[in-house]
């Protein structure tokens, strides 16, 4: 590994500072190294296909943009916490000057997660797609109201929803919308696929747990304004009939790890406290 891209959050002076430290740092073990925004996705998608790892300086947001723009690349990526929680980070800022020789020499393991694709239909036909690596949630707009929502599960019909919406997530996303909303926490390294309901009206408010492979196709049937959210950094705006099918995607997301391959258990048990 000899060619690095350091991806930094523009709204935190912190983050930009570290990663021009640790650009000299690793220019300094000969390491080629190039730094942009993680917001930047021109940038980002231009340099990728020169680039064998990725570092992203910031919060769990904008590990899951990094790990979003890397699908189809296959890049490694380092998540350094400068953010709340830190689900997704491997290190902290103090730790990483300490950890840039085994990071060099390639002394560590990669923790492959999955990821979802998620096609939108209006009038039958595809709009938009997207990659994902938290979830895909149809929900309600700007009032306050329940919305209708038929759902299907490998084109057979499972029921409709009367709720706030519903969350389609990887195992890395059920630690996130998904847990607020009551569904269960799956390991991270599960391919399996989970559907949860958002506080539904007159039902059981339980998650289904689909195996990978498994194809969710929620259509809208309530009037008014309701939206499709992708990793909650993205949406398109959804009208009555509009269709998002959500499925398993053909790329992955593999994280750099130092750790034992249990981290994941301890670090959710910190983070809950």
């Known amino acids: 590994m000899k060619r690095f891209g350091l991806l930094h959050h523009p709204e935190i002076p912190e983050s930009l500072r570290l990663a021009q430290d640790i650009e000299a740092k690793l220019r300094a073990l000969g390491v080629s190294v190039w730094q942009t925004s993680a917001w930047d996705e021109a940038d980002v998608l231009n340099k990728q296909p020169q680039t064998d790892l990725l570092i992203a300086f910031g919060g769990d947001g904008t590990i899951v943009r990094t790990a979003r723009l890397t699908a189809g690349h296959d890049l490694p990526v380092l998540g350094v916490n400068l953010g709340r929680l830190g689900f997704l980070a491997e290190l902290k800022p103090a730790e990483l000057s300490d950890k840039l020789d085994e990071l060099v020499a390639g002394a560590y393991w990669l923790e492959q997660r999955s990821m979802l694709h998620a096609m939108v239909e209006r009038a039958q036909e ?29 084109d057979q019909y499972l029921t409709q929803y009367v709720a706030d919406g519903v969350i ?8 996130a919308y998904s847990l607020a909303a009551g569904g269960p926490i799956l390991d991270p390294r599960l391919p399996d696929i989970l559907l949860t309901p958002i506080a539904p009206h007159l039902m059981v408010a339980t998650s289904l747990v689909l195996p990978e492979g498994s194809a969710v196709r929620l259509v809208l049937r309530s009037e008014g304004d309701a939206a499709c959210t992708v990793d909650g950094q993205m949406d398109v705006s959804l009208g009555q009939g509009d269709a998002v099918t959500v499925s398993t995607s053909q790329h992955v997301c593999r994280f750099v790890r130092f750790d034992s391959r249990t981290r994941s258990y301890r670090t959710l048990l910190q983070r809950l406290k």
């Open 126 to 154: 595809e709009i938009i797609s997207f990659e994902a690596l938290n979830d895909v949630v149809v929900s309600r707009g700007h009032f306050a109201r329940t919305t209708r929502i038929d759902t299907f599960i490998d």
């Open 168 to 175: 389609v997530a990887t195992a890395t996303g059920s630690t």
